[in-house]
């Protein structure tokens, strides 16, 4: 049966800890890997580092996959922001981007498509959610495998596969609790403001995008980013956050450990 192996890296630290972990316990399967990356062209510069680097300590290279239409040419045909509502950003630009890089390989004559997905031990539940979004069913070409989860692995063996490894975590780390677009409306206000100071180029592009979707649209709940990066707002933001983890003990700590 001609199969074909497939991890999609987002750039965070699971589905990196997935490679590799693949490279160090399952070698055949390293071997025919391919590791892809579907590139919105909106994520951070610290993750497009981050995968140059990936691809030097894998020993392989990372396949990027464009959507067919960009954020901006989206963003021009829906003239609204995404929102949990409606992730047209996730529709367009990933989950029909994978789609499009599946029927390639079936009509490549591949039977089987084995894709290999980064959920932990410790996360039984998004387990469970994967396999009721995704509808795999037996007829399926797609069989998908976690072996992180599998093999027990929680946060703390993701922790110590990357660092054992030498890539460590991504920079993006000490201020963001997630990979992905940059002007990402799963970010909390802490985020925003970390974007604001490391990025203020991309803040403002998202400022932007808010101001031209007109009034009520806004990517944080409640408060446009107008308003969110007046100083004011920025030390009442911090503060709140400051309290709420020397509260939990989290004095110190980077934002990933704490959110
Ligand atoms: S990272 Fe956020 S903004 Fe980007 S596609 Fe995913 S949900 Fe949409």
């Known amino acids: 049966m001609k199969e074909c192996h497939i991890l999609s890296l987002s750039g965070g630290k699971d589905s990196t800890a997935l490679a590799f972990f693949i490279k160090d316990n399952m070698p055949e399967i390293h071997k025919k890997i391919e590791y892809v990356f579907f590139d919105t062209g909106c994520d951070l510069d610290e993750t497009y580092d981050y995968l140059n680097k990936l691809e030097v300590f894998l020993e392989k290279p ?29 529709i367009h630009m990933k989950t029909d981007t994978f789609k499009k890089y599946m029927n390639e390989k079936t009509k490549k004559g591949f039977e089987k498509i084995n894709l290999y997905v980064g959920i932990r031990a410790d996360e039984p539940q998004r387990v469970e959610n994967y396999k009721k979004q995704n509808k795999e069913n037996e007829n399926s070409i797609l069989k998908t495998h976690y072996p992180l989860y599998e093999n027990g692995l929680n946060e703390k063996d993701v922790y110590n596969l990357l660092v054992t490894n030498g890539v460590g975590y991504p920079d993006y780390y000490d201020w963001r609790s997630r990979s992905g677009c940059y002007f990402c409306f799963f970010q909390r206000k802490i985020e925003w403001i970390g974007l604001l100071e490391r990025h203020p180029d991309l803040f403002q592009k998202a400022l932007l995008f808010e101001k ?48």
């Open 62 to 90: 990372i396949l990027r996959i464009k959507p067919e239409k960009s954020f901006e040419h989206l963003y021009e045909m829906y003239k609204f922001l995404p929102s949990l509502k409606f992730r047209w950003c996730t």
């Open 212 to 259: 031209k979707a007109g009034k009520g649209f806004t990517w944080c709940q409640n408060i446009s980013l107008e308003e969110l990066k007046k100083p004011c707002n920025v030390k009442k933001i911090k503060d709140s956050y400051k309290k709420r983890f020397e509260k939990k003990g989290f004095k110190n700590k980077k934002l990933i450990d704490c959110i």
